[in-house]
């Protein structure tokens, strides 16, 4: 069965700290990966890995995946609160007709002044 | 921001009653989706669209159904909604003509089933 896991679950931290926040994924033909952003709404994307080893980056927040570990990892650096969200990451398995991106838990991140 | 919209936006029903949740989209996106969203259960899929008339279910699916007449707009239904459905429930699009492509969230709607 397909699978995302993230870990943390929930990570508590002061504000400057860099965090670290890991997926790991076991799917049928990968395609992509995405992070999310979800504050108290929808969530909002962050980043879309396709390619093995190539980071992307936005300001603080940047991330990278491992197609041999199966896993990505997202990097937030001198955080801030307005980092404080769950941020989700997500796999799409395959394209075509069964398009159904997979869903990990989430890692809740708070980020203490 | 992708153009998603979600009506209504907060409702509050009865156990029992049916319910229909919408989804509207400006971006001719192929694909359309309705998961909700739990405290525990992270998001979960309920049913998906890849194209008009064409749905298929997702992991959550019992009690409720969908439909898909034209593009833009992707409806879910509760038939005899239970408290069990009070949930958040969001929709999303993809498919913007490219090989890989992100997902867009609507707003979300906030049901209550009483």
């Known amino acids: 069965e397909d699978k995302v896991v993230q870990s943390p679950l929930s990570l508590v931290v002061h504000e400057g700290d860099t965090v670290t926040l890991n997926c790991s994924y076991e799917v049928t033909n990968f395609r992509s990966l995405l992070w999310y952003k979800q504050e108290k709404k929808a969530p909002t994307f962050l980043f879309m890995l396709t390619s093995s080893g190539i980071e992307k980056k936005s300001g603080r927040l940047s991330s990278i995946l491992d197609k041999k570990e199966l896993s990505s990892i997202l990097n937030i650096t001198a955080t801030q609160t307005g980092d404080s969200a769950i941020y989700l990451c997500?796999?799409?398995?395959?394209?075509?007709?069964?398009?159904?991106?997979?869903f990990g838990k989430g890692t809740r991140l708070h980020i203490l002044p | 921001d992708a153009g998603i919209t979600q009506s209504p936006r907060h409702k509050v029903t009865e156990t029992g009653t049916p319910v229909t949740l919408r989804c509207h989209q400006t971006e001719n996106h192929r694909y359309m989706y309705w998961y909700r969203q739990d405290p525990g259960h992270g998001l979960r899929l309920i049913h998906y669209s890849y194209g008009v008339k064409d749905t298929d279910k997702g992991e959550v699916s019992d009690g409720y159904s969908v439909s898909r007449s034209k593009t833009e707009d992707f409806l879910l239904t509760l038939e005899s909604a239970t408290s069990s459905q009070t949930s958040v429930y969001f929709c999303?699009?993809?498919?913007?003509?490219?090989?890989?492509?992100?997902?867009?969230f609507g707003p979300g709607t906030r049901l209550t089933v009483t």
């Open positions: 999303a699009i993809s498919g913007g003509g490219t090989e890989y492509y992100e997902q867009y």
């Open positions: 997500a796999v799409f398995p395959r394209r075509g007709r069964d398009d159904k991106i997979i």
